[in-house]
């Protein structure tokens, strides 16, 4: 177990400005991966952290919206409906919040640490998470769905 610096807005190498790749093996590599996300998840207090947070360029992401944690990877969308409007922060953007406007349901596809499919169904903050989290394996950050960003005093 460990923990990993969670890359920020600022870093040079606009590390969560690009597109990550696939994960194509499922080894002991990635389940410390996963376990350190987790850990520092958990430390910075956040409901979900994706790979390109800490540093690393593959589609994966965990969530623990308060029903225990779940890991994603490879995860893809298979259907959504409604729509929710609320504000979201990140974990790399520290002290920064926003309104955006998300699913209200999300059914996603992924597959777990052995590579094994699973579907899961979500709504209100946990479809919120997986969008959220979903966007940043392909470079999007929260800020650039933002419609208006909140002062300290509105949250």
């Given at each position: 177990m460990g923990y990993r610096t969670i890359v920020k807005d600022n870093d040079p190498f606009k590390t969560l400005h690009k597109k990550c790749r696939p994960v194509t093996e499922?080894?002991?590599?990635?389940?410390?991966?996963?376990?350190?996300?987790?850990?520092?998840?958990?430390?910075?207090?956040?409901?979900?952290?994706?790979?390109?947070?800490?540093?690393?360029l593959r589609r994966l992401f965990i969530i623990d919206v308060g029903e225990g944690l779940i890991e994603f990877i490879n995860p893809e969308i298979l259907q959504t409906s409604g729509e929710q409007d609320g504000s979201e922060g990140c974990l790399s953007f520290p002290g920064e919040y926003g309104m955006v406007k998300r699913p209200n349901y999300v059914k996603m596809r992924a597959q777990d640490r052995n590579g094994n499919?699973?579907?899961?169904?979500?709504?209100?903050?946990?479809?919120?998470?997986?969008?959220?989290?979903?966007?940043?394996?392909?470079?999007?950050?929260?800020k650039d769905r933002v419609y208006r960003m909140?002062?300290?005093?509105?949250?």
């Amino acid at each position: 177990m460990g923990y990993r610096t969670i890359v920020k807005d600022n870093d040079p190498f606009k590390t969560l400005h690009k597109k990550c790749r696939p994960v194509t093996e499922f080894n002991q590599k990635l389940w410390d991966l996963l376990d350190d996300m987790a850990d520092t998840m958990y430390k910075a207090d956040g409901v979900g952290l994706a790979a390109p947070q800490v540093g690393t360029l593959r589609r994966l992401f965990i969530i623990d919206v308060g029903e225990g944690l779940i890991e994603f990877i490879n995860p893809e969308i298979l259907q959504t409906s409604g729509e929710q409007d609320g504000s979201e922060g990140c974990l790399s953007f520290p002290g920064e919040y926003g309104m955006v406007k998300r699913p209200n349901y999300v059914k996603m596809r992924a597959q777990d640490r052995n590579g094994n499919f699973f579907e899961v169904e979500g709504e209100e903050l946990f479809a919120r998470a997986m969008c959220h989290e979903n966007d940043h394996l392909d470079g999007i950050v929260f800020k650039d769905r933002v419609y208006r960003m909140l002062r300290e005093d509105e949250l």
